[in-house]
């Protein structure tokens, strides 16, 4: 089956612990995003990734990190510089960045991530 | 920058019945899309509308769109207890990059 995958879906974190949320596709989609969200909020772009070894910070990317090796991986970094980071954790992709006709980006389940 | 505000935050309707939730927005867009969230879940895209048209249909989804307004509006005809969920509506404020602005979102619930 064709889609993205995210793991773990819960991940805990420890004060001062940097983690690393996987996030995986095999729809040979060009770009790929990191969002957060927040109990009852909308999307927060944290980074944003057009082509492989490139990417850009969204509007949230303080305390967090990226790469993008890899066409179909896109790992995000929490660091221990982001002092508030639990929240759900959506990846996404899509096929070519600003394509006519390409604009839908398509969802992994999530990681959920809580502070110890 | 959060540059969809959605309206209203929650709804909660009876089966059967419509559901309807606007979207407004603040730059020019070159399309506006919606998504629906099911609890704890990734976003499943549903429609996307281009700055260019008005209107346009996907089975029970109908979105309209007003760009002198700024507004988007989508309704759920004949709504069913799987409808609930969380709508995002998402622009892409005119730009190339692919990134997407997503708003708060309205919660449906739809009582059998």
């Known amino acids: 089956d064709g889609g993205i995958t995210q793991s773990p879906k819960y991940l805990f974190r420890k004060e001062g612990q940097n983690v690393t949320l996987s996030c995986e596709q095999n729809l040979n989609h060009d770009a790929m995003y990191w969002y957060r969200q927040d109990p009852g909020q909308g999307l927060r772009l944290i980074y944003y990734?057009?082509?492989?070894?490139?990417?850009q910070k969204g509007d949230i990317a303080e305390g967090y990190s990226v790469s993008r090796e890899k066409k179909e991986s896109f790992p995000l970094t929490v660091t221990s510089a982001q002092k508030n980071p639990t929240a759900f954790y959506l990846c996404a992709s899509s096929i070519a960045p600003g394509l006519a006709g390409q604009e839908t980006q398509y969802f992994g389940p999530g990681t959920r991530l809580l502070v110890l | 920058s959060q540059q969809g505000e959605e309206d209203p935050q929650a709804l909660s309707i009876q089966e059967g019945e419509n559901a309807t939730m606007n979207c407004s927005y603040k730059t020019s867009i070159n399309n506006l899309q919606w998504y629906r969230q099911n609890s704890g879940r990734g976003l499943v895209h549903l429609i996307l509308?281009?700055?260019?048209?008005r209107e346009k249909h996907s089975g029970r989804l109908r979105v309209t769109l007003d760009t002198s307004k700024k507004s988007s509006s989508l309704l759920i005809t004949a709504s069913r207890a799987a409808d609930t969920a969380s709508y995002f509506c998402a622009t892409d404020g005119s730009s190339n990059t692919g990134k997407l602005i997503f708003g708060q979102g309205t919660t449906l619930q739809v009582k059998p």
């Open positions: 990734s057009q082509i492989v070894n490139d990417f």
């Open positions: 509308i281009r700055s260019n048209e």
